[in-house]
């Protein structure tokens, strides 16, 4: 299948590029890619709502999972301690299913023609050495430090990064 870098696919790689939008030193560290999946998302519905793609859509199974996770999210509001924070987590799931739906749309276009498993591949590539290469680099260096934030890689926790990390090892040797 050849690839035609077209405005579906462009969106599509949008999304997959979401864990190296850039931290601009905001105490929030997944601030700003919170930001970006939100501008992500509208500029994704409304391309689609252009192109007519919404009507076409079908309700599989897995889209109506994350609506009924959604909206049980937000009837939980009612009974939390932290109003607040309540509000922040239930916009994230928000982002976070509008950004499945718009994803999954895009996907099922009879227009993108774009090769996942290649792209994918080339993002974990990209995750795992910018990650370890911050180490390696820290520990020929002799100024490794324990438990930095230098080293959280695109997760923005160490924990997730040397986990991301580990799971990845048998897929080498495979």
Do not use: C
Request: no cysteine; hydrophobic share 50%.
């Amino acid at each position: 299948m050849k690839f035609i870098l077209n405005k579906y696919n462009i969106l599509i790689i949008l999304y997959l590029v979401t864990p190296y939008v850039v931290n601009i030193k905001t105490v929030d560290i997944v601030g700003p890619q919170w930001l970006y999946l939100s501008l992500i998302n509208i500029l994704s519905f409304s391309f689609l709502v252009f192109k007519g793609e919404l009507t076409k859509f079908k309700l599989h199974k897995e889209i109506l999972y994350f609506f009924f996770f959604f909206i049980f999210s937000a009837l939980s509001i009612f009974k939390a301690y932290n109003i607040e924070a309540a509000l922040v987590t239930l916009n994230e799931y928000f982002i976070i299913t509008m950004s499945l739906f718009g994803f999954y749309l895009l996907v099922k276009s009879p227009n993108t023609n774009i090769s996942f498993e290649i792209i994918l591949t080339i993002l974990i590539f990209l995750d795992t050495t910018y990650s370890t290469i911050l180490s390696v680099k820290d520990i020929i260096n002799e100024t490794f430090q324990y438990r930095s934030l230098n080293y959280a890689g695109f997760g923005a926790n160490g924990n997730i990064t040397s986990f991301a990390i580990l799971y990845k090892i048998p897929f080498i040797f495979y």
